[in-house]
């Protein structure tokens, strides 16, 4: 299985806008993430064309999502 953080933020015109953080380590605490995303809004670095992406922070949730092979092919026999 794979586990992503995924971090949820509005927009300076309130849409919503996310980062995805992959290999995130297991079990941080709410107010650690809350923290590392309001550094994020603090910072004021990430725009698009002058709006802010990362303007108001909304939540934290992990995904974990898992792949069932069907079947691989041996690159090397073809």
């Not at 919503?16 to 809004?41: C, F, G």
């Not at 910072?43 to 002058?50: L, N, R, S, T």
């Not at 995904?63 to 092919?73: H, R, V």
Request: no cysteine; net charge positive.
């Amino acid at each position: 299985m794979k586990k992503v953080l995924k971090l949820k933020f509005k927009t300076a015109e309130n849409k919503t806008s996310m980062i995805t953080v992959r290999y995130p380590k297991e079990n941080l605490a709410a107010d650690v993430v809350k923290a590392a995303m309001q550094k994020i809004v603090d910072a004021a670095a990430f725009e698009k064309d002058g709006v802010a992406i990362y303007a108001k922070v909304v939540g934290a949730e992990y995904y974990t999502t898992q792949t069932d092979d069907i079947f691989a092919s041996d690159a090397k026999a073809e």
